[in-house]
Structures are given as C-alpha cells and as structure tokens.
C-alpha cells in the first residue's frame, strides 16, 4: 500500500524499494506472509539526528518483522512521523473527510465515540482560533491548510441508542453521574484523537496537536450552547522547510515495560 509520493517527505519516508530489495517472510503468528523490506529495516538503525532515528534500530526491526502491514506504513504512522510546526500543500474537504472516516473505527467505551471535530476553514473562524492560542502556536496554525478542534459531545450518553443500540443499561450509571459522564467523554475523546491523528499520518499528512490554548476562549467562540468541550487543536497540513528539528528522544522498551 504505497503512500502517494507529494513530495521528497513522502518519498523518503513512503517509498518502497525495488522488489528485488525485498524478502519473503513468514509471519511468526502464522499471519499471512508478507513482503519485509530488509533495506528499509536494517536503515531503521538509530541514527541520531535522522528523523525518527531516536527510535532504537533493534525495536524497529522488531516492529517491522512483526508488523502485517507495509512495513513502509509502519514508518509513515509511526517511526519516521514527526509531529510538524510549518506547513505547506493543501487538504481537500475529500481528505479531510477521509481523515474521519478512518477516526470512527478506533475503539470507545460502549462504542460511545464522544469526539466531535470542527474544521476552521474560513479566515473569520481561523483569526477567532488564533487569537485564542498561546503566541507560540499563532504563526503555524494561521498558515497550516487545515485545522481542526477536537473537542468531546457533553451529552455524549444521550446518544447511546444510536451508539449501542439494543444494550443501555449502562446509560443509568452516566446519567445519575455527570462528572464520569464528563470524565469518560474527555477521555474517550482524547483516545479518539490519537486515532485522529495516526489517520493523518496515514493520509500522508503531517499533523501538529496542541493543548497551548485558552480552551474556555475557544469554547465560547465555537461552542458557546455548552454542547461541546474543545480539548485540542491539531494543525495538518504537508511539512513545509524546517518542519521540525532533530529527532526527540523516546523511551527505550526496557525502561517502560515490564512484563508480569
Ligand atoms: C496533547 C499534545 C499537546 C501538544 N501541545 C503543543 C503545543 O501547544 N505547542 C507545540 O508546539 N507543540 C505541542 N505538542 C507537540 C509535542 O511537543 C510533540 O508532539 C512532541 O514533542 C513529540 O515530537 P515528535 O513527534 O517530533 O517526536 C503537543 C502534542 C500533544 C500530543
């Protein structure tokens, strides 16, 4: 599944190599076999200053070997992604529909999907946006060409006939407790926007999430009925010149995992 090439990021980090680069591998768990890409693998070594190069090459080799996906996939969503802080290109509504379309299918409590998301395309609603963030995310969010708030539905239980139908008996347990109700809507959201932005990553997009907002601000100029709690604001968009520094240091498997 090759990413469209848009431009050398996309290239670089979607390509695939010529089919005589690649192996034949049978998958461990006895998944279907897949094409490995050996070069892409054995490049993967960290390689300090390269994108993704934080990440240690032995893991990635590991995910790469275990992955059942494209293993250039793997990279475009997770070891070559970096999160963006200039953009360039465009989205189109079709993409960014798209973007959704893959959202809806990560998994939620009750299958309650709380996200709500607004997309700022006009200059008036962009200029409102903008004036609520903090000054260092002014410049890249009123150039980015898309951006969204994610926000979570306040009366995201009141839906649960649509969500879950045929089994609401949990329904009760929300509506006697507005604050787990509330709790489990924001925190259900926050897991739909991970998917959010793994989806734009996957759309060989680059997405750029922040919190640096006054979230109050952006709920009375967005939301001022009270349905809806903003949480997040994401820039997408391609990565333009100097998207991003050096690679960021990342957690090493022994130091987070353990196993019990
Ligand atoms: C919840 C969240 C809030 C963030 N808020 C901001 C922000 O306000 N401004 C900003 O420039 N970056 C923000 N970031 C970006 C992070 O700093 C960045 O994703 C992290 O350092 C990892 O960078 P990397 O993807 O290049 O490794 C935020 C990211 C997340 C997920």
């Known amino acids: 599944m090759p990413l469209r090439a848009k431009n050398d990021w996309d290239q670089n980090t979607a390509r695939l190599l010529p089919r005589s680069a690649v192996a034949n591998v049978t998958q461990p768990h006895g998944k ?23 990440a240690k090459g032995n893991a990635m080799t590991i995910a790469h070997q275990e992955a059942v996906i494209d293993p250039a996939a793997v990279d475009a969503i ?10 360039t290109g465009e ?7 798209a973007i959704y379309e893959l959202t809806k299918f990560g998994p939620t409590a009750f299958n ?3 996200l709500r998301v607004t997309y700022v ?3 008036e609603a962009r200029a409102k946006l903008v004036d609520t ?3 260092g995310n002014r410049a890249k969010t009123a150039s980015a060409p898309l951006v969204a708030i994610l926000s979570y539905d306040t009366d995201w239980a009141g839906q649960w006939d649509n ?19 509330a709790a489990t809507g924001n925190n259900n959201a926050h897991l739909q926007a991970g998917y959010f ?22 709920d009375e100029a967005f939301f001022p009925a009270g349905d809806q709690k903003s949480f997040l604001v994401v820039n997408i968009g391609l990565p333009a010149e100097n998207a991003w520094g050096e690679a960021k240091p990342k957690f090493a498997y022994e130091d987070i995992v353990r196993t019990v």
């Open 197 to 218: 932005i793994l989806a734009v990553r996957s759309l060989g997009f680059a997405a750029g999430p922040m919190t640096g907002a006054d979230f109050g601000a952006i």
């Open 163 to 181: 969500f879950l139908p045929g089994y609401n008996a949990p329904k009760a347990m929300y509506d006697a407790n507005p604050e787990l109700a």
């Open 133 to 135: 963030l903090m000054p």
């Open 91 to 97: 989205v189109t509504d079709e993409q960014a529909q």
């Open 32 to 54: 279907r076999p897949w094409l490995v890409e050996v070069a892409s693998i054995e490049s993967n070594e960290a390689t300090p200053g390269k994108r993704g190069g934080a």
């Open 112 to 114: 309650s999907q709380p």
């Open 78 to 87: 997770f070891a070559q992604a970096r999160t963006a802080n200039s953009f």
């Open 121 to 123: 395309r006009s200059d």
